[in-house]
């Protein structure tokens, strides 16, 4: 099975700031990865596919790249409602695996 | 309005079964990649089964053998067959939609809770 690590874990920043997570696949994955973001108690939230490709209805500030291994999600200007945890998807084979999660905190 | 609306979920016993059901509204379930993701308390997002628009179905290894996916087009519903269940089977399960190979899963319902406990 393919492995899906993010870093960091958890993330303290401010309004405003540029934030960059990380996520790295075990092993080749092309561009099949997908970013999530969930706030307690609710259900994820699509934000990117195929690696940079922005949802329907998620704000520009997000953005997504990277291919094979490594991959990265920058939100360009951090805003009160961007506080939440994300988390990277690959879905090149079955099965499908999550990243464990990156919580961005407020500092 | 494009909506999955999760039931089913409870308190079982170790070695209990239960069935998830997902109502959709809005779209064809069989027209798309349907799945099932679970959430155990405090912890990260685990992806558990898929009824593909082929009609093919995958699974975790971690419930391969105990947990079956099916689906009734007639109900625009998609089910999750749960026996053997395990204390770390405990979890919110979500149901979630992949319009098509390549996209991301866009739409998901609210969850249901199920508890395996004596």
């Known amino acids: 099975d393919i492995q899906m690590t993010q870093s960091p874990s958890t993330l303290s920043a401010s309004v405003g700031d540029r934030v960059t997570i990380t996520c790295r696949a075990s092993?080749?994955?092309?561009?099949?990865l997908a970013w999530y973001q969930q706030k307690p108690g609710t259900a994820p939230n699509l934000l990117m596919y195929?690696?940079?490709s922005l949802q329907s209805g998620v704000p520009s500030r997000f953005s997504g790249s990277g291919s094979g291994t490594e991959f990265t999600l920058t939100i360009s200007s951090l805003q009160p409602d961007d506080f939440a945890t994300y988390y990277c998807q690959h879905y090149n084979s079955y099965p499908w695996t999550f990243g464990q999660g990156t919580k961005v905190e407020i500092k | 309005e494009v909506q999955l609306v999760e039931s089913g979920g409870g308190l079982v016993q170790p070695g209990g079964s239960l069935r998830l059901s997902c109502a959709a509204s809005g779209f064809t379930v069989s027209s798309n990649d349907m799945s099932w993701v679970r959430q155990a308390p405090g912890k990260g997002l685990e992806w558990v089964s898929v009824f593909d628009n082929g009609g093919n179905t995958f699974y975790a290894d971690s419930v391969k053998g105990r947990f079956t996916i099916s689906r009734d087009n007639s109900k625009n519903t998609l089910y999750l067959q749960m026996n053997r269940l395990r204390a770390e089977d405990t979890a919110v399960y979500y149901c979630?939609?992949?319009?098509?190979?390549?996209?991301?899963?866009?739409?998901w319902g609210q969850g249901t809770t199920v508890t395996v406990s004596s």
């Open positions: 979630a939609r992949r319009v098509g190979y390549g996209y991301g899963m866009d739409v």
């Open positions: 092993q080749t994955i092309s561009s099949w």
């Open positions: 195929k690696a940079s």
